[in-house]
């Protein structure tokens, strides 16, 4: 079968892209609306064309894969001037996304009419790139400078009755079939005499003086580092001065600058490896995953209360269980207030609002479980608390229903072992807040059985999330080298750096948080009763020396006034605590540590390191299956800046060997105990490989 089919009904072409699963715009698809304008170009009795698309997309961007191997003619550009050209009315039918190149194919087209559901945007600057076929010129022409820059800028779709609003889209259709009515539109547009409306030929729009020195100040802030937003405000600047073909080429040779550059490569890598991590290798090909359709939550706390509302989220029916009535009552409220938000800022509505609600029900009741799918826990970090729960669940629950752990770090054997079920049992690590975050890590225990597993991801599916799979050990994958991480900043602690300047030098390095920002906000209390639970605790007393002292002094953070910062009341803003600085250095005093200037190179490099080192340690254990499922965990659940790819990958950008190297280096001067170099990284970089070369044979 074509990619492209070609029909006709009255005198009007129909050029069908059939690509699934999202129709992406690869060399296939582009030779063949070619083949379909020619053959629309060379048949006089043809007095339109409409294209559109079969399944769930119109056309859902570039085939990213095609990316990285090398564009093959035809081009996108081509293709786009090819369908503006032609010299009868050509309608865009877009059902489902419209996204980058299928966006500019839709601009290209002289109408656009879209089914109500449908979604349009450039995604683009979410791979490091930017439009690269005329959109940063057509989109401007169409709905002016600062919608245009707003659109490309943010890369999130816009919905059809927002684009309907602003102009990108000509008509959008409520209920029915799209083709027929675009087919409808196309006749009336013929009967009306209505010209060519060629995006091309609208003259540039004016813009306010300042404009983009006003943009450049707001995404310089916002994007820390990264090039494509600066190109795209270069590209639409240019584009207000120049003949719209000098502008277009210009544009293509911005994109072709962000195609070859190490922040796309990377952010295209890491846009892989998240597609990649939601299919873990080793299930048995007959194994189905098991329908969700209820669910209770136990424990209704911070992380109880985010996981119920993105359970209601999803349309899912919860329970939500506590021992304590008035847990609940706040349970309730909190969720409450939550919805009430996201309706003010219209979200949804207040139909929607009473529709969800009317779907939560609680109780202190432990039986309200019985009639669940999916149990997911949600009590304290406790093992044998989680044990006496689950060994009560499995008496409780019904046969088949799957029994999540929420633990962050806490052994899902040991926990399974409680119950009769351990093959229904599995670990859910959702992030905090768990409606928002997007990453769960799915804990497999050594009994969990495929299709545990398989349910498990599909419900992570239902919510919008990101599921990857990872293997039982304490902390999983991203606590565990989590810890590594934390630990070298609580070092750089005692040895002189203060909070404040570790946090800004990996922040300006590119992630979203500093370490200590990070702890004061989860709580140090929190980290402090997770290393307490560890069985092969360090015997180091430099080791969270700091963190525990404050811990166990009531200063948890951001909940307290009082962490690793100050906080005035209400307020979230991280203040520099003398007192800190003083019990800092009298520690160092009482551990023989000497202090000294550290500069920001040896901060970024101690803490990203360590993360790395832990990180083949992981591998090597078999936590982890791939290096990408690493990476996509830290990008998604721990602020790693994804125009460096993650971890591992910015391992192999640096070189093996390079790490190697400095790893020893670090060996001989802080001693082995923390910097002793993994066989894997040893083998990889002699051998002059990558992470990305390294295949595990998991379970």
Known sequence: MPVVELEFRDQIAIATVDNPPVNALGRSV???????????????????????????????????????????????????????????????????????????????????????????????????????????????????????????????????????????LDRIVESGDLLDAAIGYAKELLERGQPLRRLRDVAAPAVEPGLFDEYRRRWRAK?????????????????????????????????????????????????????????PPGLRRDAAARLTERVAIIGAGTMGTGIALACLGAGLPVALNDLSGERLDRGRVAIDEALRMDAAKGRITQTAVAEISARLETSTDLKVAARADLVIEAVFEDMALKRELFERLDEVCAPGARLASNTSTLDIDRIAAATRRPADVLGLHFFSPAQVMRLIEVVRGRSTSDETLLSALAFAKRLGKLGITVGNGFGFVGNRMYYAYGRESQLLLLEGAAPETIDRALRDWGMTMGPHAVGDLAGLDVGYRSRRQRADATDDPRHYRIANMLAEMGRYGQKTGRGMYLYAPGSRVPLPDPELRALI????????????????????????????????????EGLASRTGDIDAIWVNGYGFPRHRGGPMRHADDVGLGKVLETVQDFAARFGPKYWEPPRLLVDLARRGQTFADFRCDWR
């Open 223 to 279: 994007a820390r580092g990264l090039e494509a937003p600066e190109r795209i405000l270069r590209s639409v600047e240019q584009g207000l001065s120049l003949p719209f073909d000098d502008a277009v080429a210009r544009e293509r040779e911005l994109f072709l600058e962000c195609l070859e550059s190490a922040q796309s490569r990377a952010m295209r890598y890491a846009f892989l490896a998240e597609r990649e991590a939601v299919k």
């Open 30 to 168: 582009r030779a063949g609306l070619l083949d379909a304008v020619a053959a629309a170009q060379a048949n006089g009795a043809l007095r339109a064309l409409i294209i559109r698309s079969r399944g769930r997309a119109f056309i859902a961007g570039a085939d990213i894969r095609e990316l990285d191997s090398g564009l093959a003619a035809p081009h996108t550009p081509e293709l786009v001037a090819r369908i503006e050209a032609l010299d009868r009315p050509v309608i865009a039918a877009i059902e489902g996304s419209a996204l980058g190149g299928g966006l500019e194919v839709a601009l290209a087209c002289h109408y656009r009419i879209a089914a109500q559901s449908a979604a349009v945007g450039f995604p683009e600057v979410r791979l490091g790139l930017i439009p690269g076929a005329s959109g940063t010129q057509r989109l401007p022409r169409l709905v002016g400078v600062a919608a245009a820059l707003d659109i490309m800028l943010e890369g999130r779709p816009v919905d059809a009755r927002k684009a309907l609003a602003i102009g990108m």
């Open 585 to 620: 250095v009298r520690e160092a005093r009482v551990l023989g540590i000497g202090q000294r200037r550290i500069d920001d190179v040896e901060i970024v490099e101690r803490c990203i390191y360590a993360l790395i080192l832990e990180g083949a340690r992981v591998l090597e």
